[in-house]
């Protein structure tokens, strides 16, 4: 057992190279968290150690927090078999009933809400003014949203059949948010009568292994909740499961096509003896238009601009990452945003002032530079607001001298064949490309594989509603980006998946009517 002073890794962390004229002094956070030295399953209401596991890593400080179980195929069976002995009893729960144990986990994370938030920022990467602010109070906005569900689901989908549960939910989820994520998988799936094992990603664990200590703390029946840790074999054997009755995915494009072949070939009988296709959502990457009008409030627009692709690092399925200006302020557009960049303090992720924080894992850091240098060979121009030395992908990645770090750039003079302007970066890396008319600005917008997320800036009503009809997108921000709400449907387009988590169409995955 481990108590970590964050004050401590603090001082390791970088800081950028770049001279400003002042700068903030250091604003350490100072809640201490315990963390064990290894961690087991979360399986039937009991932890399982295994023989098998691997490091979990602060990526701003490169050093290991923990050791992690690697979980096999014969413990997703055993998580499995747990949430099916669990299943029937919990479906035939009141829904009153069920509703009770989701806003007591609601309590409790906002109750060890710090801890959380400091967890999520070591394992991550990500700055603590973003998970305390932003993660861990929707993570418990989504399961007390979702307690309000359960004793309503009658009257979810009026003029249909009470909805009934599906059985058991194999949920596999990213790295980005993950706190978040566990929170928009579960709570629906238990709200419904749904027992659930759920993969974290194999970067950001810890703070799913405190939702399962959760969860015991506040007495759900064993097995309603498994917690399973593992890499990409760990989500392969719970996807092909016979006995799990519905995939919930969040990921990249490229591990969703292969999920969405594997269920679609397989057959199988289910907990009720019928055969029939396992059930699958999947929310997936994106390359999201954010599209600036000359009649916008430019100040503001450069704002959401900011908010769209840096916040969390851009490592953000519905980032703002392809930028249209509309030609005549282009420029102007350009020089607000330079002067804005440069104000972004980019380091120590426990730093509360910091904006920027790490990289969440070395791997992630190599796509982004090797982005980088294609954007560069392809001739696209990239600018590093901020930073002294001539913009190269050193100007974004020097300078630190510990932790994997990038400072926020944007790539100007893009043709819309750039790798740069087609392919999810997921890192803080913005293409700016330009329009005429809005005709020009929903074609060039429209034009990509992707289709989750879409921003439009202007002061014009009746633009934003004909802008937001025409565009190829599960969700259109309208002078904003970026805001999330338990209450409001997201989803995708295309090849960013299909289903919807949030809202009442989000409960619709989690039922059959
Ligand atoms: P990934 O899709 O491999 O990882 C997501 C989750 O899927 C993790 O929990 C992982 O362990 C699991 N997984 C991996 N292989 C699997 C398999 N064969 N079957 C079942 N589950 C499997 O994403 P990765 O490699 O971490 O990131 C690569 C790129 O994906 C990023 O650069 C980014 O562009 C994109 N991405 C998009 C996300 C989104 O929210 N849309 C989230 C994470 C990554
Ligand atoms: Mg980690």
Known sequence: MTTVDTKASTRSAAAPSHAVPWDYAPAPESVKVTIQDRYGLYIGGKWVATNATFDTV???????????????????????AAARSAFPVWAALPGKERGKYLFRIARRIQERARELAVLETMDGGKPIKESRDIDIPLAAAHFFYHAGWADKLAYAFPGQAAPKPIGVCGQIIPWNFPLLMAAWKIAPALACGNTVVLKPA?????????????????????????????????????????????????????????????????????????TDAKRLTLELGGKSPHIIFEDASLDQAVEGIVQGIFFNQGHVCCAGSRLFVQESVLDETLER?????????????????????AINSKQQFDTITRYIDAGIAEGAELCVPGSDNPSTVSSVTGGFDVGHFCRPCFFRNVQPSHRVAREEIFGPVLAVLSFRTPEEAIQRANNTRFGLAAGIWTDKGSKIFDMAARLEAGVVWLNTYNRFDPTSPFGGYKESGFGREGGRHGLRAYVTT
């Not at 179980?69 to 069976?77: E, G, I, L, R, T």
């Not at 799990?244 to 494009?253: E, V």
């Open 337 to 357: 945003l330079n002067r804005r960049m440069s104000t972004l303090r980019v380091g120590d992720p426990l730093d509360k002032n910091t904006d920027v924080g």
């Open 58 to 80: 602060n990526p701003a400080t490169e050093q290991s927090l923990s050791q992690v179980a690697q979980a096999d195929a014969s413990h997703v069976d055993q998580a499995v």
């Open 202 to 274: 194999e970067t950001t664990s810890l703070t799913a292994l405190r939702l399962a200590e959760i969860c015991d703390e506040i007495g759900l029946p064993p097995g309603v909740v498994n917690i399973v840790t593992g890499d990409g074999r760990t989500g392969e054997a719970i996807v092909n499961h016979p006995y799990i009755d519905k995939i919930a995915f969040t990921g990249s494009t490229e591990i969703g096509k292969r999920i969405a072949r594997a269920v679609a070939e397989e057959q199988r009988p289910t907990q009720s003896g019928r």
